[in-house]
């Protein structure tokens, strides 16, 4: 499976805070566009009677999603969801599915030509990694929480279980010509190709990894 994520807004470098706000407005981005793609993608398990992933008055998760004419394997609530908090998350990139993935990110970022790559560029994709992953720590897992942008009874979708699951990174830097609407020196835009693969091709995995 391929698909594109994007981001536009503050990416500072993490390497001397922690930049909770900002890893939680990159989980709120990537949550929205996955969320659109599991209403899309048909190898992606769906909600019966024709229900939405979002505006769930209880949580209730789906038992009898067949994918390809199979069984929800490997999509089971054991399987699948991670409670931290009051939320519930859901990492498409996950060790019981058995795949992994590989992102080519094209970082566009304000900048004097010959300025484009620079030290602070690893600590940035660090910011982005955690931002694609589930909150770690109980610190970063209480902001999330606090935030109350997820609601209660939905799940909240994200790339990775862990950012370990990550087995390469391209990034390309080039020059951001468009203003953004914060206009901070930190502002980005990010185009983040996503392919996924598996270290072993099974049932509950066999429609994700496919080019």
């Not at 190898?43 to 979002?54: E, H």
């Not at 020196?185 to 429609?207: F, Q, R």
């Amino acid at each position: 499976m391929r698909f594109t994520l994007t981001f536009e807004g503050r990416l500072p470098s993490a390497s001397k805070e922690s930049r909770l706000p900002e890893k939680h407005k990159l989980r709120l981005s990537v949550h929205k566009q996955l969320r659109e793609l599991y209403r899309r993608n048909e190898s992606l398990p769906k909600l019966p009677d024709g229900r939405d992933w979002a505006g769930w008055t209880e949580w209730k998760w789906p038992r009898n999603w067949k994918g390809s004419g199979r069984d929800n394997l490997g999509w089971g609530e054991e399987d699948t969801v991670v409670s931290l908090g009051n939320l519930k998350f859901v990492p498409l990139v996950r060790r019981s599915l058995a795949i992994y993935c590989e992102l080519d990110v094209l970082f566009l970022r304000y900048g004097e030509p010959g300025s484009l790559i620079s030290g602070d560029i690893d600590n940035r994709i660090l910011t982005l990694s955690d931002g694609l992953r589930l909150p770690k720590g109980d610190a970063e897992v209480a902001h999330v929480c606090a935030q109350n942008d997820f609601a209660i009874n939905d799940p909240v979708f994200c790339l990775l279980e862990d950012d370990s699951l990550v087995t390469r990174w391209n990034v390309r830097t080039d020059r951001l010509l468009a203003p953004i609407a914060e206009g901070n020196s930190a502002d980005v835009k990010l185009i983040i190709d996503v392919h996924i693969k598996a270290t072993k091709m099974w049932y509950g995995n066999v429609d994700l990894i496919g080019d």
